[in-house]
Every structure is written in structure tokens, then in C-alpha cells.
């Protein structure tokens, strides 16, 4: 099973980007979807989760300008990204949760690189 993220790049202050994910080699339910990000020197931290049937959950610092969002269809997840900062600048990872029920397997993407200029 692999992630594949993509859509980073380079981006103004108060623009927009939307990150995608998509889960090949396996055809099982994502339960959770999640995207964490990471700036060099400090740990990854969680930006956003959804629980199949569920509503989102955000980081209080992203509430309101990040949207999750998830495609079963496609076994793909998104998360946009709105009115960027550049303290939102980092490496995003996606992290899948896959199968109904516990135990899950936990698997994440390689990263796309969000760079938000001044």
C-alpha cells in the first residue's frame, strides 16, 4: 500500500493550495484520514483528521483557512489551504488510517513541500 501526496509549492501570503493524497494497492475502507506537517528542527504536529462519517477536525491554527475533505470513490484525501502565512511554510504529510475496524494499519505519504512567501 502506498501514499501518494501531492500539490505543494511555492505561494504567496494570502493564497491557496490544495494538497491531495491518494492511496494505491489496496481497495479497503480509509477510515481516518489525517494531515500533519513538519518544519525542520521541530516535531510533526497534526493539522487536520476525518473519521469516515464523521466531521473534520482542525488545530485551532488552521480553523477557518484549512479544509479537509475525502473522496472514497477515489481513495483520496485533500486538504485546501487558504489564505496561507508564512509561518504555515513546512513539509505536509498524509496519513491514512485503513480498515472498518481495529486493528487498523497506519500509513503515511512522503510529503509535498508548502512554502508560503511574504
Known amino acids: 500500500v502506498q501514499l501518494q501526496a501531492s500539490g505543494g509549492g511555492l505561494v504567496q501570503a494570502g493564497g491557496s493550495l490544495r494538497l491531495s493524497c491518494a492511496v494505491s494497492?489496496?481497495?479497503?475502507?480509509?477510515?481516518?484520514w489525517a494531515w500533519y506537517r513538519q518544519v525542520p528542527g521541530e516535531q510533526r504536529e497534526r493539522v487536520a483528521t476525518?473519521?469516515?462519517?464523521?466531521?473534520?477536525n482542525y488545530d485551532d491554527s488552521v480553523k477557518g483557512r484549512f479544509t479537509i475533505s475525502r473522496d472514497d470513490a477515489k481513495n483520496t484525501g485533500y486538504l485546501q489551504l487558504d489564505a496561507l502565512k508564512p509561518g504555515n511554510t513546512a513539509v505536509y504529510y498524509c496519513?491514512?488510517?485503513?480498515?472498518?475496524?481495529?486493528?487498523?494499519?497506519?500509513?503515511w505519504g512522503q510529503g509535498t513541500l508548502v512554502t508560503v512567501s511574504s
Open positions: 494497492g489496496s481497495d479497503d475502507v480509509i477510515w481516518r
Open positions: 496519513n491514512a488510517l485503513v480498515g472498518l475496524y481495529a486493528p487498523r494499519d497506519d500509513y
Open positions: 476525518i473519521i469516515k462519517g464523521e466531521a473534520p
